[in-house]
């Protein structure tokens, strides 16, 4: 990964908002949040609160993931959304292109995750210190170099999705951190967030918002 931090200057994508919530499809190389440092202040949080002054942060994705992100704009949807991701009620769907032939079509990986210390920021599995990790896959489509794959976590452990098809043999293609050879030249990291599916803090009724992938 390049230490140079040149974020993509993409207009904001907005894909829903009401007196609530915020729906944005996040590109690929922006941070969530701010990092540590005047030169990475730029990020989705800070451009959203320039165009939506009261927006507040429920989650986030890693810089090179792109897709759907969902920001409250009032404290009442924050709580609500917020409790919804801890108790794990949300339904998030991700698209990804991994190196190789993914056999079977479909599986769960269960390894528990925790930071690699002397490697930060990657993670890595342990059975002993690890916080349970678990995510289904579905093969989309696939050829002998690479496979597409829809991935359904059912927690949220960071990098969860990119250690958990390492640990199958099959990178997610770009992957700066666990991709190696040719499954590391791509030109970004081949991971999508394409739906969402929460309870609107405003009625509590279900809604879905999606955001193609762009690869």
Request: glycine fraction near 8%; include cysteine.
């Amino acid at each position: 990964m390049s230490d140079v931090y040149s974020p993509p200057t993409d207009p904001l994508d907005v894909i829903h908002s009401d007196h609530e919530i915020l729906i944005v499809n996040k590109p690929s190389g922006l941070l969530s949040v701010p990092g540590k440092g005047p030169h990475l202040a730029d990020c989705l949080m800070t451009r959203v609160q320039e165009a939506f002054p009261t927006a507040l942060l429920i989650h986030r994705l890693d810089r090179d993931t792109s897709g759907v992100m969902v920001f409250a704009l009032t404290p009442h949807a924050q709580r609500h959304i917020g409790l919804q991701f801890e108790k794990r009620q949300t339904k998030k769907t991700y698209v990804a292109r991994v190196s190789g032939k993914l056999e079977p079509k479909t599986g769960t990986v269960d390894l528990p995750l925790i930071v690699d210390w002397d490697n930060r920021p990657r993670q890595k599995v342990c059975h002993e210190t690890g916080k349970p990790a678990q995510t289904d896959w579905r093969v989309l489509r696939s050829n002998s170099d690479e496979s597409r794959v829809r991935l359904m976590p059912k927690t949220g452990r960071s990098h969860q999705l990119r250690v958990h098809m390492l640990s199958l043999g099959h990178p997610i293609l770009g992957d700066p951190f666990y991709a190696t050879g040719a499954a590391l030249d791509h030109p970004r990291l081949m991971l999508h967030s394409e739906e969402l599916r929460l309870r609107h803090p405003d009625g509590g009724g279900g809604v879905r918002f999606r955001a193609k992938a762009p690869f």
